[in-house]
């Protein structure tokens, strides 16, 4: 009552100001200007870009490059999110389940590679997969499991595994640590009630663990697919840039920054923004009609 | 009586037998948890190793334990790349934006979570959206603005945009909404306080814990960023350490020992922070995630 008293509201809009500038300048316009861009035909230069027209979409739409790194992307990161998932759940509930020692350790150390920079763990990882310095290599070939080394990054599925792999290793352990704090968010009673009715521990994970931890996967899904669905750094470290070998490695973002910044092809450039931007928006949709169905079912 | 000592028995033996099952599938519980704990330190290892010897070593043999050839390859890498001042270019932004999220997130945060006003909800979902959005969408009209700014090749172009960070004003308003009870901003309100002052005197520092956990995510973010830079950079005097890391693979080559120290170095700093912060880091991620 005694607020009321006091207007002080409006105050709200000095507070949050600064934000909202900022984001207006920094991102909400430049998303608005690439947009603009993708109609037209423009080198980045002092020389005033020229309207094209919907010439860039159709290029677009036929552009065997771009489908194919669509294609890469959603490859690569569903080689990663899959067993991320799996390991993250399985270790998670194997920590929950029983006292073990060593427990903070394994959580530090599991999620120790996901704070390295991506950039140089793909350059660490490209010099340990070297043809003939690599030290997987090295270790391969002492313990005699090849007879000469491998170039794992000349090959199409192998270099694709790599990235995958390379991924994995850096985000399982948050994975882990996400669903172990959603494990021991679910209420003790539902764990006591099981037992009493006999649920041996694989039926308790199916019937109870797994179903109350469904908006945690849907939310690491979403946000691990919006930023798979924008992945650089890693494969563009490992592959130099071009997607090598045999583009199989190119990401939609590797081919924007690729267009744009090496072949200063921004009206292109940009058009292939908006389409990944479609993209992003159709993920983002759907991951919120799931989560608001289920919120409504709950 | 008798009845009750038998289902006793009874209940004790299959209790028993769980027992050494239980046990055995401990032991095969640690293996496994070992060895993935050896696979995620593996390359941390031979980075290490392989920093301390020559490139010949690394090239013809497996080394397992240290070399001496450290400060050869140190001094290698430096004629060509100046790693210190990919140091200290990367320390100034991360430094400078940390400190503008959190002083501008908090402030927003406040913002939203303190004051009544028209429109805040839908403020407040924009900037929700604005989250969704990975910023490499704008990539080209980004640099387009930067370079209306006179802001290209500039440390500031990576430092300013921090001030809207969404994930910083989220995280501190929902611990806003719990740790800072309306009654202390109307009492010192009453007392004649200031708007700015309440939040700089008082509220502030009720909310420090949440504002060290963001801060600690974010200079990590911003250390790590790579593609930014690499848009907006490109005077190698200006390069951060992760562009520096990344075209050392270009410029030695076949120096792999020189490499391999670069690499090092700009993981180690990461690893050192996590050693002391881990429970800040680890804590933090569980409450963002949990309350989503």
């Known amino acids: 009552m005694r607020s009321k008293s006091i207007q002080k509201d409006t105050y709200g809009y000095l507070f949050i100001a600064p934000f909202f500038i900022i984001l207006t300048i920094f991102v909400v316009y430049p998303i608005i200007y690439s947009f603009g861009i993708s109609f037209t035909k423009w080198d980045g230069s002092i020389v005033p870009p020229q309207f094209v027209g919907v010439e860039n979409y159709k290029r677009l739409f036929n552009d065997s490059f771009f489908f194919k790194s669509v294609g890469n992307t959603w490859m690569m990161w569903l080689g990663c999110i899959i067993p991320q998932l799996i390991m993250g759940l399985a270790l998670a509930v194997a920590l929950t389940d029983r006292k073990l020692k060593g427990k903070a350790f394994f959580r530090w150390i599991y999620y120790l590679p996901n704070l390295v920079t991506m950039a140089s763990v793909g350059t660490l990882v490209f010099f340990l997969l070297d043809w003939q310095s690599g030290s997987i290599n090295r270790i391969l ?53 099981a037992r009493v009715d006999g649920a041996n ?85 759907v991951a919120y009609r799931l989560i608001n169905r289920k919120s409504l079912y709950e | 009586m008798a009845f009750d000592l038998t289902t006793q028995k009874e209940l004790s033996r299959p209790l028993r037998t769980k027992h050494s099952k239980w046990e055995l599938s401990t032991i095969g519980l640690y293996f496994l948890l070992i060895s993935l704990a050896v696979l995620c330190f593996l390359p941390f290892y031979m980075m290490i190793i392989n920093a301390t010897h020559t490139s010949n070593d690394i090239a013809t043999q497996l080394n397992v334990l240290p070399g001496s050839a450290f400060a050869d390859n140190y001094k290698r890498m430096m004629d060509s790349v100046n790693m210190w001042q990919g140091f200290k270019n990367s320390l100034i932004i991360s430094i400078s934006s940390t400190a503008l999220a959190a002083y501008f997130g908090a402030l927003t945060a406040y913002g939203f979570s303190k004051y009544r006003f028209k429109g805040s909800r839908l403020l407040f979902g924009i900037l929700l959206g604005s989250m969704m959005f990975p910023s490499q969408l704008g990539l080209i009209g980004f640099f387009k603005v930067c370079s209306e700014l006179h802001l290209i090749n500039k440390h500031l172009a990576l430092i300013i945009p921090a001030i809207a960070n969404a994930n910083f004003v989220f995280f501190v308003k929902l611990y806003i909404d719990a740790a800072v009870p309306n009654e202390i901003v109307e009492s010192a309100r ?42 907006v950079l490109y005077d190698e005097k200006k390069y951060t350490v992760p562009i520096l890391t990344a075209m050392a693979k270009g410029v030695y080559r076949t120096d792999f020992g020189a490499v391999y120290v670069a690499i090092a170095m700009s993981m180690v700093p990461i690893m050192v922070v996590f050693a002391f912060c881990s429970k800040y880091i680890i804590g933090g991620l569980t409450a963002g995630a949990v309350k989503q």
Do not use: H
């Open chain 1, 141 to 193: 070939l002492s313990f005699g499991l090849v007879d000469e080394p491998i170039n794992f990054l000349q090959d199409i599925f192998s270099s694709r595994f790599a990235v995958s792999f390379t991924l994995w290793w850096m985000w399982f352990g948050y994975s882990m640590i996400i669903f172990m704090a959603g494990i021991r968010a679910i209420p003790e009673e539902y764990f006591e009630a």
């Open chain 2, 190 to 231: 009453i007392d004649g306080c200031s708007e700015f002052r309440i939040f700089n005197k008082i509220v502030l520092p009720i909310i420090t814990p949440s504002i060290a956990t963001m801060s600690i995510f974010t200079f990590i973010a911003s250390w790590n960023s790579y593609l930014v830079p690499l848009v």
């Open chain 1, 201 to 285: 521990k694989w039926q308790t994970f199916w019937c109870i663990t797994l179903p109350c931890l469904r908006p945690i996967i849907l939310y690491q899904v979403v946000t691990s697919l919006i930023g798979g669905l924008t992945m650089f750094d890693v494969p563009y470290v490992l592959s130099g840039g071009n997607g090598a070998p045999q583009i199989s490695t190119l990401t939609m973002v590797m081919y924007l920054y690729n267009t744009t910044f090496a072949n200063y092809n921004f009206g292109y450039g940009a058009t292939i923004g908006v389409g990944l931007f479609v993209l992003v928006i159709m993920v983002v949709a």
